[in-house]
């Protein structure tokens, strides 16, 4: 099977033809070409729009990998695993019994709510938007349905409708959590995460908690805020994204360092790619090891390659988006063990490997015991904090085992 895309992307207010992507999928594995368009070459404000898959030549680029044969900028585009679900399910609820290529699942995101600035269609097609997917955003008033939707999803019962009205979530970066694009009161674009009904602690809270705190402690930070649907928490987290109703290029950290799903990288790693590709290096990589001290604090251990991400800057340049996908984890649930090392040291969240890393971010020890200082600080009553919020007792006993905020530094 072969099927061929034209890539776009709104850039300087206009919707500019970038390239041509040929997708070949064989019995035995699958890959791509990629060419940039001559009009996208030829445009003053051109950059490559993934610096380390698809440098700004005129030539052809090939992808191949046992994973995906997407280049990375195209890959951070098309749908997480809970996507891939509703994708499936709304394919068979069709009538289409066949498997599902890359492009299939690229496609059916609506295209409003894709993340980052890039647009896709088929050669032979007129729009950016697909049957699949095609449907107006949801407004926060039909959050009650939403949720009925995701638990319908969750145990096998949905309809055609539900999933319609859960396939306009664009965004990748969660992973298997249910979830849905919704306009916020004021009209931004934002995500709604739901709760799950077999979950034993609100994931919800955990997840604005930390969001809550990480912007106390200095971090930039996605906005988010917790909405009660129902007497069930729904985690509200706006899309950083958009500006002044414009789409901003974006890149995850696996992308940047042009690494795979389930390739090993530390925040070391990240930190090189700052140096290379950020407009602003010294201000990233300070602001990247926060996180890191944050995240070590607070138990942040699923802290893999996507859960990081660039925004087009300028010049062909990037800078570290807002931080996003922060979550507690109990210590019952996984050893103190986070997803991407802050070093080759080793896995451990420590607070100790993160001051011998100081130096590959740009920080004297002064100015990195400050930042641990301002972190710590901001942790402090974190318990009341989560109260007001309305977490749970019970939940709050969990939450404690894996944010560090009353134990010394």
Sequence with gaps: MTDTIEIYIDHAGETRLAGRCRYVAKRRGQS????????WLDYPGAFALD?????????????TSDKSALPGALRDTAPDRWG???????????GEERALSEIDYLLAITDQTRIGALRYKRESEDTFDHDIGHYRI????????????????QTNTETAEDLKLLLNEGSPLGG???KSAVTDNDGT???????????????????????????????????????????????????????????????????????????????????????????APTEDLHELWRRIVFGVSIG???????????????????????????NPVPLAEKARELT????????????????RAAPFFALKGAQAEAIIGEVTAALKGWRNTARQMGMSAADIAVYATAIQGDAPA
């Design 32 to 39: 791509s070409v990629f060419e940039y368009a001559d009009e």
């Design 138 to 153: 949801p407004p926060l008033i039909q959050l009650p349905a939403l949720i009925n939707a995701a638990d319908a999803v």
């Design 340 to 355: 991407t090392w802050i070093s080759e040291e080793g896995p451990a969240a420590d607070l100790d490997i993160a001051r």
């Design 51 to 63: 610096p380390a898959n698809l440098p700004l030549e005129d030539r052809q680029i090939y992808t």
């Design 176 to 178: 298997a959590r249910p």
């Design 189 to 279: 674009l934002a995500i709604a995460k739901f709760p799950k009904p077999d979950d034993d602690r609100s994931i919800p809270h955990g997840e604005v908690l930390a969001m809550i705190l990480a912007a106390k402690a200095g971090v930039n930070v996605a906005a988010a805020r917790l909405q009660d649907v129902a007497g069930r928490p729904v985690a509200l987290i706006t899309r950083f994204d958009r500006r002044d109703g414009q789409r901003i290029p974006f890149l995850s950290a696996m992308s940047l360092l042009g690494l795979n799903d389930g390739d090993d990288a530390a925040y070391t790693d990240i930190a090189e790619s700052i140096r290379m590709h950020s407009s």
């Design 300 to 326: 942040n251990l699923d802290d893999h390659l996507r859960n990081h991400g660039f925004l087009y800057d300028r010049n062909d340049k990037w800078r570290l988006s807002p931080a996003y996908d922060l």
């Design 84 to 94: 891939q679900q509703l994708i499936k399910r709304a394919f068979r609820k069709a």
